[in-house]
């Protein structure tokens, strides 16, 4: 072959590819993150629903029965 490196180095890397996807492959627990932007999301939210209430529908009055 021409490019032996590249075909070891591509022949490595789909190895691992693959061996990646079994169940007994090597697991890097998650580091504990700080919620971001609580403070925003809590306040987007609340903008949100309160123009929803505003856009939402009110229920059709019942017409009287009286003349």
Request: hydrophobic share 40%; glycine share 2%; with cysteine.
């Amino acid at each position: 072959m021409e490019h032996s490196t590249g075909f070891v180095l591509a022949v490595d890397a789909v190895t691992r590819h693959v061996n990646s996807a079994r169940p007994d492959a090597p697991v890097r627990p998650d580091r504990p993150r700080p919620p971001r932007l609580a403070p925003t999301r809590l306040a987007a939210a609340g903008a949100l629903r309160r123009l929803a209430d505003l856009m939402e529908p009110r229920p059709a009055s019942l017409p009287s029965c009286q003349p």
